[in-house]
Each structure stands twice: as C-alpha cells, then as structure tokens.
C-alpha cells in the first residue's frame, strides 16, 4: 500500500494514467454510460438478488455487503450491449447476466483472500469483515448459483460460461504459482490475464450474440473484441496498481509488488534494465526493501515501461475496435466503441 501512495503522490502531473482534460476524447470516455441498458441491467441485478434471497435470513450483512462489490456492471453491459447492437434482448440475456456477474462477484471475494486485500469500492472487503474461510465459502456459493441460473437458460449456456470459468481459475491458479518468479514472460503474463480477465468478458460478448440470433461468426468477433477489451483493460488496471489514487480507485493498491507479482510494466522494466541493475532490483522487491517504491518508479522511468504498457493496452483497445464492424451503426454500437478508449484512460 505503501508504495502505491507513493506512486500516487509522485506520477500526478505525469503518470499516464493521469486525469484527462474535460475536453479531451479521454474525458469522454471517462464517462461512459451505460443508459440505454440500465433498466436490462436493472432486471438482471434483480434475477441476482432474488436468487440470494433465501440466504438472507441467516447471513443478511454478509449478503447485502455483496452489493458493495457490484460497481461497474461491465460484464453485464457487455452482454446485454452486444445483444442490443444485434437488435434483440430476451429473457434469457437477463438471467445469463446475471450469472456472468455474479461469476465475476465471486472472483472478487476469492481474489481478496488471495491478495489480502483489505478494501474494495471504499468498503472493507468481505475478508477484511468476516475472514478469509466465510469469504472462500461465499465465493463458493456464488459460483454454483451462477451454474445454476445458466442451467435453466439451457446447456450451451452452462458449457460457454463453464468453459469461461474454468479459464478464470486457471489463470488465477497460474497466477498465484508464478508469484515470487521474479524472471517472469510477457508471454505468461498475457496467458495469466487472458484467464483471469479475458475470458469472462470474451464469454459476455458471445453469450449476447449467440442468444440474440447471431450467427457462430459474428458471435466471435463480438467474443474478440470482448476478449481484447479485456486485456486492455487488465493491463490499465496493473498501471493503476503501480500509480493509481486508492481515493479514485477504491481498493487497496501496490499489492502486486508487495506480493511479488510481476505486470507487464515491471516485466518490461527488468528486461529493460543493464542486468546488474535488474538483478538489484529483483533483489529489493525479493526483500520487499525500504523505499521500494521510488526506486521501482525512478525504474520504470528510465525504461518508459509505463508509456510501453499504455501503448500495449492501446493496442487491444484498438484491435478491440476493428471486431466491431460487424455490427450496423447504432447508439449501442457507439457505446461499445466509446469503451475501447475509456478501458485504457479510467482512473477505477
């Protein structure tokens, strides 16, 4: 935590992930809505709560503070947007919504127990309140309620977001084993965040495709550009961790230095660096050194790892775009391409 407020408080006018302009494309961006699928949004929060309605009674606080944890709708929005941009939105695209966030809800939780986080959206996280066993059966029932909402779509439903989940695990698995590995690829960092992030929105994108009528080949470029949007965003997250405001944020930040899990800036970094200069440095974050955070800055400075990682993460973005000419022109699709840009400038 530590190092991010450093990061925070020495990168304001700089960092690239610094506030845009009110004028500035980015400025729109930030503020992208989500209005013309809130009241769909809206029923599948609903489909979310009654399903967790019966546990009320014996675990209400622990129940309502899940409403904390559903901030940003994305997943959701994605599926219902790309269902909107093809004309048609049913029953069915409420209920597998609301499964997909209540998939990505449960990731949460569990990924709080991982990183021993300590806040989430300005709140206590639920580990922080109630530990880290009633957070992992939490997460638990949250998952098998979400097989069980997809189950009564039908069984292409339960396979798309079963297959989904299962590369969210083991993205989060590989993960957490490739933690300490201070030599760590580009190429397995991709491979950890195309599970742990791509894949549940790629699984929003074909799910709103498939169950509007699209055909198996618009339903993949829709999942493509879910999927690049994802890693886009993923990779604006980790630079948030490095030099994000955790007042603008809302979450614990720095976690990923501080538990020796290596971004792509930090990747970029060390293989940048003359190779003493590295080695110390891998030695400092080993040790978890005092004043870490200004020499990893003064690091990824010397580098320009941070510029390199907005460039990569402005890439997907972009890639993300090309998928979307599939689609006729519409406000929804207007949407859709106005979220390719704010993936990569938000400050949350």
């Known amino acids: 935590m530590g190092t991010a407020m450093y990061f925070a408080s020495s990168t304001s006018s700089a960092s690239p992930v610094s506030s845009p302009s009110p004028t500035s494309p980015a400025h729109a961006a930030a503020a992208i809505t989500f209005a013309p699928v809130a009241s769909d949004i809206a029923i599948a ?24 944890y559903r901030g940003k709708r994305l997943r ?50 639920v580990n922080a309140g109630w530990g880290n066993k009633i957070s992992i059966l939490l997460g638990d029932m949250l998952f098998t309620h979400a097989f069980h909402l997809a189950s009564s779509v039908d069984r292409r439903a339960c396979e798309i977001i079963g297959d989904a989940t299962n590369r969210v695990c083991a993205g989060e698995l590989r993960q957490v084993t490739e933690r300490g590995n201070l030599a760590l690829t580009e190429a397995t960092y991709f491979d950890i965040i195309d599970g742990k992030t791509a894949a549940l929105t790629e699984c929003a994108g074909r799910l709103g495709a498939l169950y509007a009528g699209a055909s198996e080949h618009v339903a993949a470029k829709l999942a493509d550009y879910c999927r690049n ?63 870490l955070g200004r020499w990893v800055l003064l690091a990824l400075e010397k580098t320009q790892s941070l510029a390199y990682a907005r460039r990569k993460a402005e890439d997907f973005a972009r890639a993300a775009r090309q998928e979307l000419e599939c689609l006729p ?20």
């Open 76 to 125: 959701p929005a994605l599926l219902l947007l790309t269902a909107k941009a093809l004309g048609k939105v049913s029953s069915a695209h409420h209920t597998l919504a609301a499964a997909v966030e209540m998939i990505h809800t449960a990731t949460l939780v569990h990924d709080d127990v991982l990183d021993e986080a300590e806040v989430r959206r300005h709140i206590p996280t």
């Open 229 to 291: 949007l994802g890693l886009a965003f993923q990779i604006a997250d980790d630079l948030l961790d490095l030099v994000g405001s955790e007042d603008a944020a809302g979450k614990t930040l720095g976690t990923d230095l501080e538990q020796q899990k290596l971004t792509l800036p930090v990747i970029h970094c060390l293989s940048r660096l003359p190779a003493a200069e590295a080695e110390a440095l891998r030695t400092a974050i080993r040790d978890g050194e005092v004043g």
């Open 329 to 348: 022109r519409s406000e929804y699709r207007t949407i859709l391409e106005a979220m390719t840009e704010w993936s990569v400038r938000r400050e949350k």
């Open 45 to 68: 929060d609903d489909i979310f709560d009654r399903t967790l309605a019966a546990y009320q009674a014996p675990f209400g606080s622990l129940i309502e503070h899940l409403r904390h």
